[in-house]
């Protein structure tokens, strides 16, 4: 899968998308800047509930009579963290959900396979990323009307139930 992740610049809300090495520098109209960084938030959430409940199960679960002997769950299953509380994930596509829960397994896998440490909480300070994978954007070429050359590659990102557009 080609995967374009979207940074938020701390200073301005410019946003990159790299693919494949190559980076673009992207600027969202007004009203696109809102659902990105939701869709940042709804990621990082997502991310941070696996790490949490992973925590959880190494802690507390095994001193608990009822889930002592239990295996510590290591999955990618997001919709057990979608609650009244959280009903803000489903503004959002469910590609995105799945993506941060997708990146917790991968840092995991990683943690097993390297001496390093285990996944840790993302912070809302900093650089933001959100992982949008190929069934959310597109790079479809706009031809020039004069010359019939493609002029441009435009991201779109857009689902049937949550369009965005096109982000020039």
């Not at 001193?63 to 503004?91: M, N």
């Not at 993506?99 to 390297?114: C, E, M, P, S, W």
Request: aromatic share 12%.
């Amino acid at each position: 899968l080609a995967m374009i992740p979207l940074f938020q610049n701390v200073c301005s809300l410019e946003r990159f998308a790299v693919l494949d090495g190559y980076r673009f520098r992207r600027y969202p109209h007004p009203e696109q800047p809102q659902t990105l960084l939701r869709w940042i938030g709804g990621q990082h959430l997502m991310d941070n509930a696996q790490g949490q409940e992973d925590r959880y199960f190494r802690r507390c679960a095994p001193r608990k009579v009822g889930t002592a002997g239990e295996k510590i769950p290591v999955d990618q299953a997001y919709s057990p963290f979608i609650t009244e509380q959280t009903a803000f994930l489903k503004q959002g596509p469910s590609q995105i959900s799945r993506n941060g829960a997708v990146q917790f397994r991968q840092a995991y896998q990683r943690f097993f396979k390297q001496p390093g440490g285990r996944p840790k909480c993302k912070k809302k300070s900093g650089r933001q990323t959100v992982w949008v994978t190929q069934e959310v954007f597109a790079f479809i070429p706009q031809i020039d009307d004069q010359t019939g050359a493609i002029a441009s590659y435009p991201l779109t990102m857009d689902t049937k139930k949550f369009p965005i557009g096109i982000i020039p």
